[in-house]
């Protein structure tokens, strides 16, 4: 009965499940999981999702924009902090409890492809069934960071992300008078404003492994010595260049001047400055583009509820460039952000795959997705529906977030695809150590350099 619904793009998607099923079956049974047993129906079931994001209310407004299409196939969503997930996707696939359908990323320390590609269940036949052989140009981002070596597609893209921004409380700057910042005098400037009426500035968590604040490390560099970051990633570049020491005492001098908190190294990204900026004790946070969801105000309301606001009034935030505190404009690094990956163990195989490829392959599931706007995009022709995302400033937030989502497709820099869980490990010590105090930026790269080397 998988052809009842008489949507061809239902059709296709079911019959491109079918197409799966059995491979899956065979591929599980050669794992001698006992996954292979059970894969379920294509069109029913009830399935668990487990990620690091989206948030829990983007993620239900999927869940129900899916519903409509398959009202049969229950989905149960479960959000972690970024620091809890990775431990926790362990434990769960390694013990057969984990979820049908996860979240994987490129790299970076938090669930990646190096890790977990071989718990994902191979989509290529899923995606040439739907998409035909030229799957890969429906995408705006190569899906080459989700591909095992064999060829076979561990994760299906979502949509990209890009970083290197600051998000500011535009009401709070108007209220109060502050100017926008631009260089580093202007932000110490701001800064005083803010502080004499009992809010912070620059939001910021520094605990390892829930931090960002290596991201303000990297912008602050790119505006010290524009691309030198990326290459050094790609071993082109030294990490004992001296630039990188120079990034690391301009926030070391940030922490000194005002600009970030002097307890930050106590304090988490999420969700410490996440809450800290929706809750409007902060008036700047450094977030990437995902935090355009914010923007519309049932997610601001949620959110800033969420950060322990009661009845709260939505205020109007807008990303703006990282200040030039090094002279030079500072550099957007993005990429695919992450991709949803189908349990190879789990014994819900068929319903979790109908899912995974609706949400990323199919013109509704992109449409859902970009209306959300905590995502660029991944399917190609696919764009959020500007005049009705109800927006808390449209006027003002169009124009700024439409200019930052084309300067992020712009971008030639890659944000964590070629960040080791032991690299991106390295970076938060020597940011944590130096906002500490107890070491110097220095030795701090001498640190860094030898971990590199090992």
């Given amino acids: 009965m998988l052809f009842q619904r008489s949507s061809n793009g239902s059709m296709k998607r079911l019959a491109a499940i079918t197409a799966i099923v059995g491979a899956a079956a065979l591929t599980l049974t050669a794992c001698g999981s006992s996954g292979g047993a059970q894969t379920g129906s294509a069109d029913e079931g009830s399935i668990t999702w487990w990620g690091w994001t989206p948030d829990t209310s983007v993620a239900d407004a999927y869940i129900a924009a899916f519903n409509e299409e398959y009202p049969d196939i229950e989905v149960t969503y479960r959000n972690f902090e970024n620091g809890d997930y990775k431990a926790a996707l362990r434990a769960g696939l390694q013990s057969n409890s984990g979820p049908d359908v996860f979240d994987i990323a490129l790299g970076g320390d938090v669930a990646d492809f190096g890790t977990f590609g071989d718990f994902g269940l191979d989509l ?9 052989d030229d799957w890969e140009d429906s995408f705006n981002f190569p899906p080459d960071g989700l591909t095992r070596e064999d060829g076979s597609v561990a994760g299906l893209p979502m949509g990209g992300v890009a970083a290197g921004m600051i998000w500011i409380n535009q009401t709070m700057f108007d209220e109060l008078g502050a100017k926008v910042p631009t260089n580093y005098d ?9 502080a004499a009426a009992g809010k912070d500035c620059l939001a910021m968590g520094v605990i390892p492994g829930r931090s960002f604040a290596m991201e303000t490390w990297r912008s602050i560099v790119s505006t010290i010595e524009p691309g030198l970051w990326y290459s050094a990633l790609e071993g082109e570049a030294s990490w004992d260049d001296p630039a990188f020491e120079e990034g690391l005492e301009v926030l070391a001098q940030m922490k000194e001047d005002g600009i970030i908190r002097d307890d930050v190294t106590g304090l988490a990204q999420y ?5 800290a900026f929706l809750s409007g004790q902060a008036a700047m946070v450094q977030m990437g583009t995902w935090y355009a969801q914010y923007s519309r105000e049932q997610s601001a309301i949620a959110s800033m509820e969420a950060a322990g606001v009661s009845s709260p009034t939505p205020f109007v935030q807008v990303p703006i460039p990282f200040p030039e505190v090094g002279g030079n404009p500072g550099t957007i690094f993005g990429e695919l952000d992450y991709g949803l990956a189908v349990n190879s163990r789990s014994d819900a195989v068929a319903p979790a795959t109908t899912f995974a490829l609706w949400l990323t392959a199919s013109e509704q599931g992109g449409q859902i997705i970009a209306n959300a706007i905590d995502l660029i995009p991944g399917l190609k022709g696919v764009e959020p529906q500007w005049d009705d995302l109800g927006l808390v400033d449209p006027e003002v937030q169009i124009p700024a977030i439409q200019n930052l989502w084309a300067e992020a497709a712009a971008s030639s820099e890659s944000r964590n695809q070629l960040v080791t869980p032991a690299l991106a490990q390295a970076f938060d010590v020597a940011v944590a150590s130096v906002l500490e105090g107890s070491t110097t930026p220095a030795d701090a790269i001498a640190t860094l350099v030898a971990s590199t080397q090992g």
């Fill in 124 to 132: 290529r036949p899923a995606l040439e069934e739907q998409l035909g």
């Fill in 186 to 194: 202007e932000w110490v400037a701001a800064c005083d404003v803010f």
């Fill in 271 to 275: 969700p410490d400055a996440n809450n």
